[in-house]
T-cell receptor, first 113, second 110 residues
Framework: NAGVTQTPKFQVLKTGQSMTLQCAQDMNHNSMYWYRQDPGMGLRLIYYSASEGTTDKGEVPNGYNVSRLNKREFSLRLESAAPSQTSVYFC????????????FGPGTRLLVL | SQQGEEDPQALSIQEGENATMNCSYKTSINNLQWYRQNSGRGLVHLILIRSNEREKHSGRLRVTLDTSKKSSSLLITASRAADTASYFCATNNAGNMLTFGGGTRLMVKP
């Protein structure tokens, strides 16, 4: 099992460009999450999907959109990238939304110039 | 806003010593979890302790939880160079989210 995979691993954007970060999990988990991690800090939740067909805002949703394409895949879209969105983005999944042990992907490093 | 706050922010010890990290949080929780992050990698789940538990062990890890003080500690015994990483506590309050603290950066010198 690959666990949680993310693409791309690294991306450079210019201000105003758009892009979609892809995430997939092969553990048949119900819940999926997108976080951002800024240097020297913990993770902040952007959006999550408790189950297929549902999405909800987290702590820092502004400037982002998400799509839960199916049970396996959860994508994060930046419509008009800003330098403040330079960060490392992590996708995670969990089997039980109530227990919340999460499994993380390797991350996508995004630089917005 | 961060629910959990780790202390210290950074810790440097010699191989073989014990490392203790603390986490404080603000609101009531269902469970508290500890994660490890090696440099440039994703987070890895270490241990979960439920609100009705006071202590839990997993290998060289020992976690305590004091809900009256809203605090938890992670003890790594007989540390190894491979334990060098950042350690994060995360709280599950209610619903579907975890809230992470800012982390403790642990360096274990050989």
């Amino acid at each position: 099992n690959a666990g949680v995979t993310q693409t791309p691993k690294f991306q450079v954007l210019k201000t105003g460009q758009s892009m979609t970060l892809q995430c997939a999990q092969d553990m048949n988990h119900n819940s999926m999450y997108w976080y951002r991690q800024d240097p020297g800090m913990g993770l902040r939740l952007i959006y999550y999907s408790a189950s297929e067909g549902t999405t909800d805002k987290g702590e820092v949703p502004n400037g982002y959109n998400v799509s839960r394409l199916n049970k396996r895949e959860f994508s994060l879209r930046l419509e008009s990238a800003a330098p403040s969105q330079t960060s490392v983005y992590f996708c995670a999944s969990s089997d039980s939304a109530s227990v919340q042990t999460q499994y993380f992907g390797p991350g996508t490093r995004l630089l917005v110039l | 806003s961060q629910q959990g706050e780790e202390d210290p922010q950074a810790l440097s010890i010699q191989e073989g010593e014990n490392a203790t990290m603390n986490c404080s949080y603000k609101t009531s929780i269902n469970n508290l979890q500890w994660y490890r992050q090696n440099s440039g990698r994703g987070l890895v789940h270490l241990i979960l302790i439920r609100s009705n538990e006071r202590e839990k062990h997993s290998g060289r890890l020992r976690v305590t939880l004091d809900t009256s003080k809203k605090s938890s500690s992670l003890l790594i015994t007989a540390s190894r160079a491979a334990d060098t990483a950042s350690y994060f506590c995360a709280t599950n309050n209610a619903g579907n989210m975890l809230t992470f603290g800012g982390g403790t950066r642990l360096m274990v010198k050989p």
